[in-house]
């Protein structure tokens, strides 16, 4: 069975440092997977996707994500952060097991203080 | 390009009444997905329509809910009658393709049931 997991609920870094959200998952087959964030009273917005190729992804508003096989994780991050950035964030599986069906974790809250 | 829209933003319900919930996907796109997301929890896959055609249904809780798609524009989710645990927030996205592409959402509805 598929599954994603975001092992914390909240992540607080202060501006301009860099920070990490983790995401792992489970899949039988090739994941794709996917990032997207949430800010207050919005839908969902996509950020970043790995589909195949380079494990490292890049995406809208300087975010990245490593892809890494063996840990089956895909870790967003950001080399400096933005209060702007404060948002709530969600990692996603999506795989081929009868249809496609995109699994998403729990979500990440990031607090970036000023 | 006009966005995922949903409606009601908001709705109120005592339990054991009916309500519907609306969404308009991005035009063009034949492929809808519902999902709800009940407080702190992850977000739970409900359906996914291809056009008018129901591909998989196999995240909705239970025979309360009935999900259509006529003419393959919008959708609506209708839960009849409406349990206290049936409360969270319904979002629905949109795509143009299946497979790994990234998925358009609306802002959601929040329900609240009483």
């Known amino acids: 069975a598929q599954s994603v997991a975001q092992p914390e609920d909240q992540v607080n870094v202060a501006e301009g440092n860099p920070l990490t959200v983790k995401c792992t998952y489970s899949?039988?087959?090739?994941?794709?997977l996917f990032w997207y964030v949430q800010y207050p009273n919005r839908g969902l917005q996509f950020l970043l996707k790995?589909?195949?190729?380079?494990?490292l992804v890049k995406g809208s508003y300087g975010f990245e994500a490593e892809f890494n096989k063996s840990q089956t994780s895909f870790h967003l991050k950001k080399p400096s952060a933005l209060v702007s950035d404060s948002a709530l964030y969600f990692c996603a599986v999506r795989g081929y097991t009868g249809g496609f069906k995109t699994i998403f974790g729990a979500g990440t809250r990031l607090f970036v203080k000023a | 390009e006009a966005g995922v829209t949903q409606f009601p933003s908001h709705s109120v319900i005592e339990k054991g009444q009916t309500v519907t919930l609306r969404c308009d996907p991005i035009s063009g796109h034949d492929n809808l997905y519902w999902y709800r997301r009940v407080m702190g929890k992850e977000i739970k896959f409900l359906l996914h329509f291809v056009k008018e055609s129901k591909q998989d249904e196999s995240g909705m809780p239970n025979n309360r809910f009935l999900a259509e798609r006529t003419g393959g524009t919008y959708s609506t989710l209708k839960v009849q009658p409406a349990e206290l645990e049936d409360s969270g927030v319904y979002f629905c996205?949109?795509?143009?393709?299946?497979?790994?592409?990234?998925?358009?959402f609306g802002p959601g509805t929040r329900l609240t049931v009483t």
């Open positions: 790995y589909i195949t190729g380079d494990n």
């Open positions: 996205a949109s795509s143009q393709e299946t497979g790994p592409y990234e998925q358009y």
């Open positions: 899949v039988s087959g090739n994941p794709y």
